[in-house]
């Protein structure tokens, strides 16, 4: 079983939104750090948003009032809504675990997805 896998990405305008999903494996429970990360062409990997085991979140601020990072335990999902899409939201978004506490310019995680594309057009 993947570790972890993304889903929900695509196209949309700007000033829409957008829910990725992020499949989490059997293996991935209990006390992990989680986040999505995001990496536009010719930039670095960015950090857009994390939660831990208790559902404390941070965002970056690019991002901050305009996403919301979730997820439910039931269906061991993590989720990552995005709101108020701009041109510059677009990117390769991955998500992200870890054990560990989980702080808010945290990069180092043992399990990556394969990524998933949005683009944001105008």
């Known amino acids: ?22 499949e989490l494996s059997d293996q991935i429970y209990g006390d992990y750090c989680m986040a999505w990360f995001r990496q536009a062409p010719g930039k670095e990997r960015e950090g857009v948003a994390n939660i831990d085991n208790l559902g404390n979140t941070a965002y970056a601020d690019s991002v901050k009032g305009r996403s919301t990072i979730s997820k439910d335990i039931a269906k061991n999902t993590l989720y990552l809504q995005l709101n108020s899409l701009k041109l510059e939201d677009t990117a390769m ?7 560990g506490y989980c702080y808010p310019s945290r990069t180092q995680f043992t399990y990556w997805g394969q990524g998933i594309q949005v683009t944001v057009s105008s």
């Open 93 to 99: 978004y991955s998500c992200a675990a870890g054990v």
């Open 1 to 22: 079983q993947v570790p972890l896998a993304e889903s929900g990405g695509g196209s949309v305008q700007a000033g829409g939104s957008l829910r990725l999903s992020c």
